[in-house]
Structures are given as structure tokens and as C-alpha cells.
């Protein structure tokens, strides 16, 4: 699809980078990539560049990272452009009401989940959490609100498999590129009237931390399932082994699901390789 409409990008993650690389298979290719500055990472807390903007310099496109959205020179810099409409995905920042109303047509938003249902920063998790059989992405007008502005399309995706993680994230980013470029010219050109949500139906995702990993391998099955493949890679779904008169952290990288039961098929033991579980078992559960 070829598009003259210009348009600034707003993104960080690995989510962002395949919303971005759908795009650029469509033809729609931002003037301006908008992410967040450059963070510590590791032990050594080595500054490193988000993903999104290595994909930028990959791809020549102009990006900027401010430090704060309310920074002047940063709105002048979006406000000369004269975008047709911005369009965000996987941020991690609030924006505020008076960037949002910059472009002609308002600012859109890629959501991995079907709104009113999973709105806020974990809706892939959450729905692998739930067991749901179904979930999908939402094209949405932005307001001041957290996910709260009217609908302008969906589309649904089967899940009842669960997938990992970082299947369901890649294939919904794909699947909301795909259909935001089906949908943006009869959006642009007003046939596509966006659609309030109903509010009354709203649920909301919740902050996940490294301890929310944790499982008790004696405990519910269904759910220590649903927490290795909502929780790889981060925080990653683990357990505590004792050893040598310590606690030792055991990372699960792999299961599958039989008879209702989880089956675990690789870890990774603290300070060690990853392995198969019989090798783990003969290794640190044997007596």
C-alpha cells in the first residue's frame, strides 16, 4: 500500500519494531520515530538504545527521545512537521492531551488487546493468564485517558492453544499493522467513524513484577502452565530447588500441556546452561 500521509511514530519495544516492519512491507513508513531515551541494562548497566531506535538507524528514519513530552523544543519539533496523524504503539508513556491533538486526523493507537477488555501495559500476559480462547488488537483514537478513546477497527485472533508470549506479541503486532493500514484510508478520509467504547465493560491489567513468577510446582497446574508461557521471557516463570544446604533459582524456559498437566521439557539452574528436564532431574533432584 502506498500512502502520502505523514505521520510520526510512537514506540520502545520489540513490539513496536514488528508494528514498524509490517508497516514498511505496506508502504507506510514514519517521518519521525519518537521513543524513550537510552537505559542501563545488565549488571553493568551499560546504557543501551531502545529497540525501536536501532530500527531507525537501520532504516535512516529521524527519531527523537525526550527526556520529558513536555519539553517545548520537543512539542515545536512535532508541531512544524504537520503530521497527518501520529500513531503509537508500545510506548510506555503517557502522552500528553496537547501532542495527542497535534496531527490533522488525531493521534491512533496499535492495542494488543480487544477494548474495552486488558486495557493498560500487560493485556498479552493477562489474557495468557486467563486462559482466554480468544483475544486480538484494537485500532483506537487516543484521549487523555489509558486505552480509553473510541474504537475504529478490530479483529479477533484464536488463542485457545496458548501461546508464549513472544508468539502472541509478534502475531498481534502484525495483525494490528496489517489492519491499520487496511483501515487508515477510510479513517483519513472521514467514511470510518471511530466508535465510543463501552466503558461499563472495561477491565484493567496490572503491573507484573519479577516475584510474580514464582510457582509452586506442587501447586494449581493449569495456572503454572498459564505463568510459563505468559512469563517468558520476563519474568520468567521459576521455582527454588535446595542444594549443598542453599536455595538455588531454576528457571523454566519450556513446557507443554498434557492431560491437563504441565509438562516441563527445559530449565535453566542458577549460574548454569540450559537443559533438558530429565538432565535437571538426574542432576539436582536425584537423592
Partial sequence: MNNNSKFAFFGTDELSVKVLETLKDRGLLPSLIVTVPDQPKGRKLVLTPPPVKLWALENKIDFAQPESLNDPAFYSTLDTRHSTFFLVASYGKIIPQNILDL??????????SLLPKYRGATPLESAILAGDDKTGVTIMKLDAEMDHGPIVAQTELDISDLPY???LRDELAEMGANLLADVLPKYLSGELVPTEQ???QATFTKKIEKADGLIDLDGNPGLNYR???AFTPWPGAYFFIKKD?????????KARLENGEPIIESVIPEGKSEMDWDSFQRGYLKS
Fill in 227 to 229: 505463568k510459563i508461557r
Fill in 165 to 167: 508470549y513472544e508468539k
Fill in 103 to 112: 496531527p490533522t486526523h488525531g493521534s491512533l493507537n496499535i492495542h494488543p
Fill in 245 to 253: 544446604d542453599r536455595d538455588f533459582r531454576v528457571l523454566i524456559k
Fill in 198 to 200: 463501552d466503558h461499563s
